[in-house]
């Protein structure tokens, strides 16, 4: 089992920055690839970025260039670095690890940007 838990949420105004962090617990070792998705009210759930065990990441179109994705193994933490933030950024986000044959979630935090 691996426990997830996302921080850093907030409210921020548009052209405004927030950092998301995701800790992770348990069976660690089992963590391949690693990402953030985000849910805006009534909107299906959208991946955001994702980076693998080796540090290759991959961004949706519409964040490429304002959010950077990283990892500290050593402290078993997963970042959304998110700069330059818009309204339409505005959503729950949620990290997820997968490992092999399960994927695992967090409980999601808030993102809110004020125009």
């Known amino acids: 089992q691996v426990q997830l838990v996302e921080s850093g949420g907030g409210l921020v105004q548009a052209g405004g920055s927030l950092r998301l962090s995701c800790a992770a617990s348990g069976s660690i070792f089992s963590i391949n690839g690693m990402g953030w998705y985000r849910q805006a009210p009534g909107k299906q759930r959208e991946l955001v970025a994702t980076?693998?065990?080796?540090?290759?990441?991959n961004y949706v179109d519409s964040v490429l260039g304002r959010f950077t994705v990283s990892r500290d193994n050593a402290k078993n933490t997963m970042y959304l670095q998110m700069n330059s933030l818009k309204p339409e950024d505005t959503a729950v986000y949620y990290c997820?690890?997968?490992?092999?044959?399960?994927?695992?979630w967090g409980q999601g935090t808030q993102v809110t940007v004020s125009s």
């Open positions: 980076i693998t065990s080796g540090g290759i990441t």
């Open positions: 997820v690890a997968d490992a092999p044959f399960r994927r695992y």
